[in-house]
């Protein structure tokens, strides 16, 4: 079998999980598959790339942020290849220069004082630039043979800077013109997550927690017979274990309910993992470096379609609702197209939309970063409607959450609503908002940030999701 494994950035955390990822993957190609790797960087370097650069903006650098960088990977190295002087003689130079590039960005930044979305990717991404040959040499110290490789070598981006998006065709010509022959020498490719570049070659990311999405692409690329995902818990699991102590984790599910999961919030995927996989048929798998006899969770075109409908309860926190309504607003046509043209412009994600016949009322959820812009928006583009009075209020509702029951075979299964709602009525819980959308694959309700956690567990518990189907 032809796997791309991707690891997490806990699952490159330390010398010691680096062994262990390098340990996965040589195991795997004893067993006579061929591997291609995908790292993340080792976990919290992207968050302090960021600040760094953030700081570096305002006129702050100091090179101490380098060295701190270094020193941390470097002890990995001193760790893992200690009896190879030439591999971390080799190591310890692709990541002096790598922090070079790192620290000229920074100074560069320091005197302009203007952080760019594309400056920012450049320097965002240099983590998994310093975990790739990390992971690589420790692949090779374990006696297969391996190389590092920067996936603006293989993957192909949109100009999106911080949220970049594959052309598919060209990255599968390179990707393959780089992989194939290695593949074919028996080597484990050791991939940079995250990154891209343009077609001109300049470097992009594909958003925060993007690496599982750049394994997802690779596999792709090079027809991939399965995507692992090895990451820190057991799986996608029936709700969050910390909200609900007796979520299990689930075997199976469908690309659909793996999408519909990580979107609202389950965060063992990036939410758009699954379309590269999906279009191939490639089945993903979640699986756990710190516990890996554990079989994990499988994604799968079926899925293991569960009887009773829902499969798994989320939630979302730190959203707000957006509430535009009035009387005059009935049988007015515009008011939608305007509001969701002026959110289209902001750029901002709509999570959940509701609006009832009355057509009084029109509520949607963003992300509590993305609300106040939007918001300020919205008055100046709905004057009009709010200086006749055809719109009584635009009005912002904090600290709701997003709860949202998932599974693909709540479609045509009558009853799950009046059991979801039910459940609430029961727990006393109110639900300010309602949608459920035509693939009948999710309900989701907004709530009190207070009241989501008992929310999340009513709906665990009427649907026995602790039990297996
Ligand atoms: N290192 C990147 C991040 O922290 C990408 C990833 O880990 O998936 O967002
Ligand atoms: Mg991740």
Redesign the pocket.
């Known amino acids: 079998m032809l796997i791309v494994m991707k690891f997490?950035?806990t699952s490159v955390g330390s010398a010691e999980r680096i062994a262990q990822a390098a340990q996965l993957a040589v195991d795997a190609a004893a067993q006579g598959h061929q591997v291609v790797v995908v790292t993340?960087?080792m976990?919290k370097?992207?968050?302090s790339l960021i600040n760094a650069a953030r700081l570096a903006s305002t006129g702050e650098w100091n090179p101490a942020r380098r060295q701190e960088l270094f020193d941390r990977h470097k002890v990995v190295a001193d760790t893992l290849l200690d009896g190879d002087a030439a591999r971390k003689a080799a190591v310890l130079e692709a990541l002096g220069q790598r922090l070079d590039r790192f620290e000229k960005l920074c100074f560069g930044l320091s005197m302009v004082h203007e952080l760019t979305p594309r400056l920012l990717d450049a320097i965002?991404?240099t983590?998994?630039m310093l975990a790739a040959p990390l992971l690589s040499a420790a692949i090779a110290a374990k006696g297969r043979a391996s190389e590092s490789i920067d996936a603006t070598e293989l993957i192909v981006s949109t100009e999106q800077f911080g949220g970049a998006e594959p052309l598919m065709e060209e990255t599968r010509v390179k990707a393959s013109a780089r992989l194939n022959p290695m593949l074919a020498r028996g080597e484990i490719p050791v991939v940079t997550?995250?990154i891209a570049a343009t077609a001109d070659g300049v470097m992009t990311?594909?958003?925060?927690?993007?690496?599982?999405?750049?394994a997802s692409i690779v596999g792709a690329a090079i027809d991939a017979h399965e995507v692992w995902i090895w990451t820190d818990v057991d799986g996608v699991m029936t709700a969050n274990p910390s909200e609900v102590p007796e979520a299990r984790t689930l075997s199976e599910i469908s690309y659909s309910e793996a999408s519909e999961l990580a979107y609202y919030g389950a965060k063992v995927l990036?939410y758009k993992t699954i379309i590269p996989a999906f279009r191939k048929r490639i089945p993903v798998r979640i699986l756990n470096s710190f516990n890996p006899k554990h079989p994990g969770t499988c994604v799968s075109v079926e899925g293991n379609p569960s009887v009773r409908g829902v499969k798994a309860v989320t939630s979302i926190r730190g959203v707000i609702l957006v509430a535009i309504s009035g009387t005059g607003m009935q049988g007015i046509p515009g008011i939608v197209a305007k509001t969701f043209d002026v959110v289209a412009a902001q750029q901002a994600n709509v999570l959940m939309i509701s609006q009832a016949s009355s057509e009084n009322n029109i509520c949607f959820v963003l992300s509590a970063a993305e609300a106040p812009r939007v918001l300020s928006a919205l008055r100046v583009a709905l004057e009009f409607e709010l200086s006749r009075g055809l719109i009584e209020e635009i009005a912002a509702e904090q600290q709701v959450a997003i709860v949202a029951a998932v599974g693909d075979k709540m479609r045509g299964t009558p009853g799950v609503a009046a059991t979801v709602f039910s459940a609430l009525g029961i727990a006393g819980i109110n639900v300010i908002a309602i949608s459920q959308g035509s693939s009948e694959r999710n309900i989701s309700l907004v709530v009190t940030e207070r009241d989501a956690a008992t929310a999340v567990r009513a709906i665990h518990a009427a649907f026995q999701l602790e039990k297996t189907s």
Do not use: C, I, K, Q
């Not at 594909?206 to 690496?211: E, I």
């Open positions: 997490g950035g993340s960087a976990s370097v992207t968050d965002s991404g983590g998994e997550g995250f990311t594909l958003g925060r927690g993007g690496s599982d999405y750049s990036h």
